[in-house]
């Protein structure tokens, strides 16, 4: 399969006359300023979630236990209803030879 689209591997900064070295590191500055303050933003929102987090996580694992549990317990039940095997099964008189 064929693409029809052309990438190009260079894409240049800036066209040639257009800027100047002055105004496009002015511009670089500008927006690694802004990329660090929003990236400490989200950093201090993470480390405030995290503190209530592990409580949820610990009752959302023992919910997901306590469901795989049940879901155990319902499976051996029918399995043994339909293979008849345990409480499920019938009593038959076994003959006895003497």
């Known amino acids: 399969m064929e693409s029809k689209a052309q990438v190009s591997d260079e894409i240049p900064t800036a ?3 257009s800027e100047d070295d ?3 590191e002015k511009l670089l500055l500008e927006t690694t300023a802004t990329e660090s303050d929003v990236n400490s933003d989200e950093d ?3 480390l405030a979630g995290e503190t209530v987090k592990p409580k949820k996580r610990r ?9 795989f549990a049940v879901f155990v317990i319902v499976l051996v039940f029918a399995i043994s209803w339909f293979f008849r095997i345990g409480w499920f099964a019938e009593s ?3 003959p006895v030879s003497r």
């Open 15 to 17: 066209l040639p006359g």
């Open 22 to 24: 002055n105004a496009r």
């Open 44 to 46: 201090e929102a993470d």
């Open 59 to 67: 009752w959302q694992v023992m919910r997901t236990f306590a469901g």
């Open 92 to 94: 038959k008189a076994q």
